[in-house]
């Protein structure tokens, strides 16, 4: 089945306390991308990749790194969580930049 | 300035009726792509239907079609027959950014409720 699995599903931490949550694809989807959803603020992108080792910047970007050493994987990864960082996490992936985006489940992040 | 405007935070269909849902964008690039997405309560994202900007006629995808006025940089949602399954948030989205096409853009979203 093709799909994009997100992993944790739900996560509470602690400030300053490192955190990943992982991302893959079964579709061989070259691009892929993060989102942080708000009330309100729809989805804004945090970082995006077109390709292995090849990533970029979102509107949101702050805060957050990436990785992209194999296609089918792109880890978000949180150095220091904030408070202002508790939100929903969606992870997508696409075949082309102008197709259709297939989303992961969400990760809901609370930070204390 | 927002990107992407959706005026509806809220709305309410009877079933069976057909419902319109506003999405109006601003973007400089001559190319782009015109998204909808449904997200239910239960919170997935769902892939609804796809506007490119020099597609010549409207998408339609089963009982969703986007009435797509370039001009007026509008790409609204037509729900035919609504179902009380169509109840969820509706997010309307672009991908700008010739030649990538790598920025996508939401709008806030709009909440349907579809009434027995």
């Known amino acids: 089945e093709a799909q994009v699995t997100q992993n944790p599903r739900y996560l509470i931490t602690v400030t300053g306390k490192k955190l990943t949550v992982t991302c893959s694809q079964n579709m061989n989807h070259e691009y892929m991308s993060w989102y942080r959803q708000d009330p309100g603020l729809g989805l804004r992108q945090i970082y995006y990749?077109?390709?292995?080792?090849?990533?970029d910047k979102g509107d949101v970007p702050e805060g957050y790194k990436v990785s992209r050493k194999e296609k089918r994987n792109f880890p978000l990864i949180l150095e220091s969580p904030s408070p202002n960082q508790t939100s929903l996490y969606f992870c997508a992936s696409s075949r082309l930049p102008y197709t259709e985006a297939f989303f992961g489940q969400g990760t809901r992040l609370t930070v204390v | 300035a927002q990107k992407i405007t959706q005026t509806q935070p809220g709305m309410f269909v009877q079933e069976k009726e057909a419902v319109t849902l506003d999405c109006t964008y601003d973007?400089?690039?001559?190319?782009?792509?015109l998204f909808w997405y449904k997200q239910p309560s239960s919170g997935e994202m769902i892939f609804l239907i796809y506007q490119g900007s020099y597609d010549q006629q409207n998408a339609t995808e089963g009982r969703y079609s986007l009435n797509f006025q370039k001009a007026r940089k509008s790409a609204n949602l037509v729900i035919s027959a609504s179902q009380l399954g169509d109840s969820a948030m509706y997010f309307c989205?672009?991908?700008?950014?010739?030649?990538?096409?790598?920025?996508?853009?939401f709008g806030p979203g709009t909440s349907l409720s579809v009434i027995p």
């Open positions: 989205a672009m991908r700008e950014g010739w030649p990538s096409y790598d920025k996508v853009i």
């Open positions: 990749s077109m390709n292995v080792e090849v990533t």
């Open positions: 973007t400089s690039d001559p190319s782009y792509g």
